[in-house]
């Protein structure tokens, strides 16, 4: 059993930047492949960017390549996500998930997930 829970969410104006946290209770963090996924009003919930147990193999949506960063630290059982340059089309409500392998992610197979957390982008 994986207990997630993010933190870091917030509103911030176009082009601004903010760090997500998503941290799990535990001993097995390091079996898991994690990601992130997000929900905006009206629209589905659509992935974002995995990251493989040992974080060497990572995935990453077309809309976000080259302005989001995931990341991982198997000691303080903390995975993270970077983002950049964020637009108003970023602003969702951004969940983390955990799977067997980053690949199921990818694919939108979710064995574990958080509560979420808001990520408002201004213009």
């Known amino acids: 059993q994986v207990q997630l829970g993010e933190s870091g969410g917030g509103s911030v104006q176009a082009g601004g930047s903010l760090r997500l946290s998503c941290a799990s209770s535990?001993?097995?963090?390091?079996?898991?492949?994690l990601g992130w996924f997000r929900q905006a009003p009206g629209k589905e919930r659509e992935f974002v960017a995995a990251?493989?147990?040992?974080?060497?193999?990572?995935y990453y949506a077309d809309s976000v390549k080259g302005r989001f960063t995931i990341s991982r630290d198997n000691v303080k059982n903390t995975m993270y996500l970077q983002m950049n340059s964020l637009k108003p089309e970023d602003t969702a409500v951004y969940y983390c998930?955990?799977?067997?392998?980053?690949?199921?992610?990818?694919?939108?197979?979710?064995?574990?997930w958080g509560q979420g957390t808001q990520v408002t982008v201004s213009s």
């Open positions: 535990g001993r097995t963090f390091s079996g898991y492949g």
């Open positions: 990251i493989s147990r040992a974080g060497g193999i990572i």
């Open positions: 998930a955990a799977a067997g392998r980053a690949g199921d992610l990818q694919n939108s197979k979710v064995d574990y």
